[in-house]
């Protein structure tokens, strides 16, 4: 709550969140929400109907009061699962409002637009960051067609919920709350570098989709200690102003491209 300024947010803004809630709803909006309601962590008991308190209804509630506070964004697919977690984790519908509009105000710019047009930047640009870091990986999904949109989506969109184990993301985000996106590289570099040899022995496009698919599982994510140390070693340096300056480029090309 505080390394990510939410704590002071919701401090400089009382009442806010309720205000939020009470105030008139956009239909399209609220029927979006609804519609996503039961395809988040169904396997999770706490997220069942059948739960006492069930946590769906404050699951709708913070995603309703983002929508409307945020309406550039309103709702989209992937912020269900994001802030499933927060309210997880807190406990706390309020504070998980005020992490949610931390992460994608603020550290995700543009990942949840409606456009997503940070989403697919970043994607080209972790692709460029291989090319730099991992040529041979960046050769091998060049060689045969692979856009990385395929293959990482869900990395950049879900921030690896339901990819890598939950006591690892829960790592992962501390990170992120504290340092901001590029974490989300590290991590996207650490796992492709790990892995370049088993990667490479792919030999078409379902076969490069399958290797990165299991990249996410084993002994090397389990270990969420070591893996975060791993992060801060394995990409090398990875300054902020690099990772900006790829970003405009990117950026550039995708809009260029219509």
């Known amino acids: 709550m505080i390394v990510s300024g939410a704590q ?5 803004n009382p009442g806010y ?16 929400i609804k519609t996503d309601m039961n395809r988040t962590f169904p396997d999770n008991v706490k997220f069942r109907k059948t739960a006492d308190p069930c946590l769906q209804h404050t699951l709708y509630n913070v995603l309703v ?16 699962f994001i ?39 970043d994607q080209e640009v972790l692709g460029e960051l291989v090319k730099m870091k991992v040529p ?8 045969h067609g692979v856009m990385w949109t395929l293959v990482v989506s869900r990395w950049f969109i879900c921030l690896f919920i339901d990819i890598l184990p939950v006591e690892t993301v829960l790592r992962i985000w ?3 709350f504290y340092e901001g996106s590029k974490i989300i590289f590290r991590v996207a570099l650490t796992l492709i570098k790990q892995h370049q040899a088993f990667i490479l ?20 994510v389990t270990e969420c200690h070591s893996f975060m140390q791993k992060i ?14 790829l970003r405009e480029t990117c950026c550039e090309k995708l809009l260029s491209q219509g």
């Open 8 to 12: 002071a947010n919701m401090e400089q």
């Open 17 to 32: 969140y309720h205000r939020l809630l009470e105030g008139e709803k956009n239909d399209k909006l609220v029927e979006a």
């Open 65 to 80: 009061a983002y929508g409307h506070h945020n309406k550039a964004v309103g709702y989209c697919q992937g912020m269900n």
């Open 83 to 121: 802030a499933g977690y927060l309210i997880l984790i807190t406990k706390n519908e309020e504070e998980s409002f005020w992490l949610l509009d931390a992460l994608i105000g603020r550290i995700l710019p543009d990942y949840y637009s409606p456009a997503m047009t940070g989403l697919k930047t």
């Open 136 to 143: 041979a990986v960046a050769e091998l999904m060049e060689r």
């Open 174 to 176: 501390d990170c992120l």
């Open 201 to 220: 022995e792919a030999t078409n496009f379902p076969d490069i989709c399958d290797k990165f698919k299991e990249i996410t599982k084993g002994t090397f």
């Open 232 to 245: 801060f070693t394995e990409p090398g340096s990875l300054s902020m102003a690099t990772i900006n300056k």
